[in-house]
């Protein structure tokens, strides 16, 4: 399976994919803290306004990667890996363009749509990933992307910050130009991890919509209930990017700048175990066992977040929550080993359709029950409310996990 990439530039296509991962993240990151700013110019002052802006523009996102995730991961199983990577990341350059330049909010708002249009590189980057990797070393490769994801938040929202203290646009002008170097970068080096003979033979548009690709997850064993593990971590997740800022500044009375800090520890905490413990644990415990401990340490996390009274005691919930960087690689590993070869980008296409589905359905469930815990916080004392409904979320992924995750023994292209 790794004879077409073989040593150097076997290594040299795994750094470039995590290169691309982080300047993913890393534009995430960047975004936490800048979008909304300049939404908000754009609203001219107007709070109330910028916020339905700024809804609607995570809500486009995530219905955009719903229908688009699996037309692009079955495009790379037709096509290949390595245009629907440079696609993705050259979308990527034209977004922050359009954000960097757009005279309008509705220009803005078309550069959203490119974005959740092509934001298939992380997705597609997994399947490269599973191309060029024996099944028993995906997970610490897997581990990698994790990496990945602490190293964009963590210096992402800092890197936001700092630039837009100069200008407003100038993050994404920034952003802008790594991507478009990355793209250039990866022009010239990226070599296709999937050889012809294991593509499928034709683009079957059946597959292609959101539900068809949802169905190769009813085809193969067990495949099904790891789908509802990765969907359900997925769900719980999305109570970071869409309550956290607030709820710490609201419970705990924490500046901008101490809020920052508390993001770049708990991702250096992603970071280390991604480093240090994923290889490691999986070697151990394997991959099930990694899995399950991370959703272990997810609820603990998510519980000691909801209910901690101060910031210091919210403070200790970061090392356990950080555990939860086991959780992708071992469910990724998982899910890998369950589908062919030349099902691996319809198998992370489907995972982007999730995602998708989360995002649209994350903002409004926990910041509405944000709001509406904070407006009864006299008699309830509960603005912790949505992160137990997270905890809970990840509790029941770990009890569907303890019953369907299992290992198959031999690659599914060798049966």
Known sequence: MTTHIAGGKRQAALGFIFVTAVLDVLSLGVMIPVLPNLVKAFAGGDTARAADWVVLFATTWGVAQFVCGPILGLMSDRFGRRPVILGSIFGLGVDFLFMAFAPTLRWLYVGRVINGVTAASFSTANAYIADITAPQDRAKSFGLMGAAFGVGFTFGPALGGWLAAIDLRLPFLVCAGLALCNWLYGFFVLPESLPPQRRVKRFDWSKANPLGSLRLLSSHTDLLGLAGVYFLVQMAHNVLPSIFVLYMGYRYQWSPAVIGLTLMASGISSILVQALLVGRTVKWLGERGALLLGLVAGVGGFAVYALAPTGWL????????????????????????????????????????????????????????????????????????????????????ALLSAWIARPVATEPAAA
Do not use: D, K
Request: aromatic share 6%; net charge negative.
């Open 314 to 397: 919210y403070l200790c919930g970061l090392p356990l929550f950080a555990l939860t960087g086991l959780i992708m690689p071992g469910l990724q590993g998982l899910m890998t080993q369950h589908v062919s070869p030349h099902e691996q980008g319809q198998l992370q296409g489907a995972n982007s359709a999730m995602m998708g589905v989360s995002a649209i359905l994350g903002p409004p469930i926990y910041g509405l029950t944000f709001a509406w815990a904070i407006r009864h916080e006299a008699s309830l004392h509960a603005p912790g409310a949505p992160i137990l409904i997270a905890a809970s979320l990840m509790l029941a992924a």
